[in-house]
């Protein structure tokens, strides 16, 4: 099983940039995107889930950024919009079966993780 995350690139302030989850070798119920800026600890950007397409993000990406997937390409997709030079980081999505709404923020809770794809917003 591999995820791989794409879509990463130089983009200015108030751009967009789409990411990309794939996942080879089976289908996953949740994905989870993350992003570590340097220096910083990872955290938590967004997750759905592929029960119902509920979707869940983090307080400084809610209403730029939305999380999508299409069930029959297994990929999950990450639209982000009016980019922030705060935004950027290495974006980086983890995959997993059996989570709980509140573990779907936390990294280590989840069964699979893919290399990271690097977005930076220049100011």
């Known amino acids: 099983v591999q995820l791989q995350a794409s879509g990463g690139g130089l983009v200015r302030a108030g751009g967009s940039l789409r990411l990309s989850c794939a996942a080879s070798?089976?289908?996953?119920?949740?994905v989870g995107w993350f992003r570590q800026a340097p220096g910083k600890e990872r955290e938590f950007v967004a997750a759905?889930?592929?029960?119902?397409?509920?979707?869940y993000y983090a307080d400084s990406v809610k209403g730029r950024f939305t999380v999508s997937r299409d069930n029959a390409k297994n990929t999950v997709s990450l639209q982000m919009d009016n980019l922030k030079p705060e935004d950027t980081g290495v974006y980086s999505c983890?995959?997993?079966?059996?989570?709980?709404?509140?573990?779907?923020?936390?990294?280590?809770?989840?069964?699979?993780w893919g290399q990271g794809t690097q977005v930076t917003v220049s100011s």
């Open positions: 070798g089976r289908t996953f119920n949740n």
């Open positions: 983890a995959a997993g079966d059996r989570l709980i709404q509140s573990s779907l923020r936390i990294w280590s809770q989840y069964d699979y």
């Open positions: 759905i889930r592929r029960s119902g397409g509920s979707t």
